[in-house]
T-cell receptor
Framework: KAGVTQTPRYLIKTRGQQVTLSCSPI?????VSWYQQTPGQGLQFLFE???????NKGNFPGRFSGRQFSNSRSEMNVSTLELGDSALYLC??????????????FGQGTRLTVV | DQQVKQNSPSLSVQEGRISILNCDYT??????FLWYKKYPAEGPTFLIS?????DKNEDGRFTVFLNKSAKHLSLHIVPSQPGDSAVYFC????????????FGPGTRLSVLP
C-alpha cells in the first residue's frame, strides 16, 4: 500500500511569491491535514480537509489556504511568502470520519525555503 | 503560550533500560493524546494513543500513562533499543472530530548500545 506522497520535496522561493504544495493521501483515506514544522515553534496544525470540505483550521493567517479534490488529493497554497514561512510542511492522511481516534499517516514533507 | 510541553529537549538511555518521556499540558479540555516518533528526513509515525477515560495504555514495549489531575502524561519504552533513537512528539486534542492536534516541541531520545 503506497504511503502519503508529498511533492515537491524541496522548494526555494523568493519573498512575495506564492507557492503550492501537493499531497496525495493513502488510497481510501478521506481526511488530509497539513502541519508546519519549524525549529522554534515545533509542529503546528494548519488545517484539515475531509470530503473536499475544510473541517478544522489552526491559527494561521489567511495567506495560508488549501483545498481537497474529489480523489482526496490536497493542495496547500501560501501567498505573499515571508521569510518566516520557511519550514517543513507535513501532510497527514487518516481513513475515516472520526479521524481524531485513529492514527494519522504522515508524508516525508516539503521543505520550503524563502529567500 | 505552549499548551503542550515537553520540557526535556533530549534524553540518553542505555540499551535495555527504560526510557521515560514526559509531556505536560495546560488545556483541561484536552481529552485525547498521542505519541509520534520521527526519524530524520521522515514524517512522524504514530506510536500509541490514550483517551482521557483511561489512565494507561500498553502496546508491546510502549506504555503511555495519563495523570489527568496533574495534566501529565508519560511514555515508557521497555526495554529501550538503539532503533528507538528518534524525536518523540506528544500531541493532544480537545473533544471534536478531526485532526487538529496540538503538538509538543519534541524530545530527542538517544539509546546507547
Amino acid at each position: 500500500k503506497a504511503g502519503v506522497t508529498q511533492t515537491p520535496r524541496y522548494l526555494i522561493k523568493t519573498r512575495g511569491q506564492q507557492v503550492t504544495l501537493s499531497c496525495s493521501p493513502i488510497s481510501g483515506h478521506r481526511s488530509v491535514s497539513w502541519y508546519q514544522q519549524t525549529p522554534g515553534q515545533g509542529l503546528q496544525f494548519l488545517f484539515e480537509y475531509f470530503s473536499e470540505t475544510q473541517r478544522n483550521k489552526g491559527n494561521f493567517p489567511g495567506r495560508f489556504s488549501g483545498r481537497q479534490f474529489s480523489n482526496s488529493r490536497s493542495e496547500m497554497n501560501v501567498s505573499t511568502l515571508e521569510l518566516g514561512d520557511s519550514a517543513l510542511y507535513l501532510c497527514a492522511s487518516s481513513p475515516g470520519a472520526d479521524t481524531r481516534n485513529t492514527e494519522a499517516f504522515f508524508g516525508q514533507g516539503t521543505r520550503l525555503t524563502v529567500v | 503560550d505552549q499548551q503542550v510541553k515537553q520540557n526535556s529537549p533530549s534524553l540518553s538511555v542505555q540499551e535495555g533500560r527504560i526510557s521515560i518521556l514526559n509531556c505536560d499540558y495546560t488545556n483541561s479540555m484536552f481529552d485525547y493524546f498521542l505519541w509520534y516518533k520521527k526519524y530524520p528526513a521522515e514524517g512522524p509515525t504514530f506510536l500509541i494513543s490514550i483517551s482521557s477515560i483511561k489512565d494507561k495504555n500498553e502496546d508491546g514495549r510502549f506504555t503511555v500513562f495519563l495523570n489527568k489531575s496533574a495534566k501529565h502524561l508519560s511514555l515508557h519504552i521497555v526495554p529501550s533499543q538503539p532503533g528507538d533513537s528518534a524525536v518523540y512528539f506528544c500531541a493532544a486534542s480537545a473533544g471534536n472530530y478531526g485532526q487538529n492536534f496540538v503538538f509538543g516541541p519534541g524530545t530527542r531520545l538517544s539509546v546507547l548500545p
